[in-house]
């Protein structure tokens, strides 16, 4: 009797992974949105096929995984959504595993497969250039690496890590977050679009130790070269921010940058970035160099915010509440960069938000929930900037990361 059952068992799962298989997700790029998530629970990736008419999610199932050679944490799509990269970690439990960057191709249904990994011990963050040239890591060692984007995404690194730089009296740095500034603006909606864009970069990366963010910029070549911040009160090299800053975002119009400061501040600093039509008159020079947004104080936010983004089209701030398990959100004035928050309370996420992504059409956000096993999804009013929340998406467990094209 139990070898009948177990026969029986086995057709039946045999039938349900056919019918799962038969039943696969079409995912249409011209129509469809791609959204890409590891999880931490069964050390893969995920992706997921987002239909732009209603917001509707349906998972994208790989066969074989594609696996992760480490935990994963943080994930980047390239500009063209073809190639995504991701941090991580080594584990004892996953056989053959290493610290670093894990890159998987985009298959045209979909789904990903794994090309390569390269090793960058304590790598805690990443970002990726809007000509997606340059692949940004930084580390809670207190190093910048970065690696040009060759074919078939191939990474090779520019020159030595950078070590991020000592502060008078300071600690041994750690760097938590980067962004970089775009050299390709929305073709409309946007206060920039019609503007040329500049032709040079510059990274932005926040010490969560000695609670500055510093500003680098970068040649040609991708080697970064540190812009000191100096006034009459102050020869650090960083800018001051609030308590252990956690996260940075610049505005896609290269006017303000953005940071979040943790427990004890909680609070979102902002900065004018010393360019083009942003150009401050504090500002000694036109070298994308921060200054304060004059005549404010860092503004209130939820518990511990980390995470944060501008809206693609320059508009709106959202700053992950991780403690609080909230989205704060402000409308941002294209004037000055001051923030006023939005009006009634912060919208709530799941359990444990870890990082948030907004489709560059402005319709749809994205947060995942490392303890919820699913990821929230919001549509987007753009005249608001107000969010809508959607059914959250069902993941596997602890997902870690999220993008979207």
């Not at 799962?20 to 959204?35: F, Q, R, T």
């Not at 100096?230 to 090299?237: E, F, H, L, Q």
């Not at 919820?372 to 959607?390: C, M, Q, V, Y």
Request: a negative charge; proline letters at 9%; charged letters at 5%.
């Amino acid at each position: 009797m139990r070898k009948r059952f177990t026969w029986f068992v086995g057709i039946v799962v045999l039938i349900a992974f056919g019918l799962l298989m038969a039943c696969s997700v079409k995912y249409a790029p011209n129509n469809d949105a791609l959204l890409v998530s590891p999880s931490q629970g069964q050390a893969v990736m995920q992706s997921f096929s987002v239909d732009l008419q209603n917001g509707h999610v349906e998972q994208i199932y790989n066969v074989n995984g594609p696996p992760t050679p480490g935990i994963p944490t943080s994930v980047v799509l390239d500009p063209l959504g073809q190639h995504a990269y991701v941090i991580v970690q080594q584990n004892s439990v996953l056989p053959g595993s290493i610290s670093g960057i894990a890159t998987y191709s985009v298959q045209s249904d979909g789904k990903l497969a794994n090309i390569s990994q390269i090793s960058v011990p304590d790598a805690r963050a990443l970002a990726i250039d809007s000509a997606g040239k340059f692949l940004f890591v930084a580390t809670s060692s207190g190093s910048l690496y970065v690696f040009s984007i060759g074919a078939n995404a191939g990474l090779t690194m520019v020159g030595q890590p950078t070590p991020l730089p000592a502060e008078p009296g300071g600690q041994a740095p750690s760097a938590s977050a980067l962004a970089v500034t775009p050299t390709v603006y929305p073709s409309e909606f946007a206060y920039c679009s019609g503007i040329t864009p500049p032709k040079t970069e510059t990274l932005y990366v926040t010490d969560s130790v000695n609670y500055v963010v510093l500003t680098y910029s970068i040649s040609s070549s991708g080697s970064l070269q540190l812009v000191p911040f100096n006034t009459t009160n102050s020869t650090t090299s960083g800018i001051p921010t609030g308590t252990v800053p956690s996260g940075v975002a610049v505005d896609p119009c290269n006017r303000f940058v953005y940071v979040s400061n943790a427990a004890p501040n909680n609070t979102v600093s902002a900065y004018t970035i010393c360019y083009g039509v942003s150009l401050a008159a504090a500002c000694p020079s036109a070298n994308f160099s921060l200054q304060p947004v004059a005549g404010v104080a860092p503004y209130p936010a939820g518990d511990n915010p980390g995470p944060l983004l501008v809206d693609p089209f320059g508009n709106y701030l959202y700053v992950l509440d991780q403690g609080s398990n909230q989205i704060s959100g402000y409308k941002i004035s294209s004037a000055t960069g001051a923030l006023t928050p939005f009006t009634g309370a912060p919208m709530a996420t799941n359990l444990q938000p870890t990082a948030i992504a907004i489709r560059s059409d402005d319709s749809f956000m994205f947060v995942s929930n490392l303890n919820s096993a699913n990821i929230s999804e919001f549509a987007i009013t753009p005249a608001t900037g107000i969010l809508t929340p959607l059914a959250p998406i069902t993941s596997f467990n602890y997902p870690s990361g999220v993008a979207v094209k």
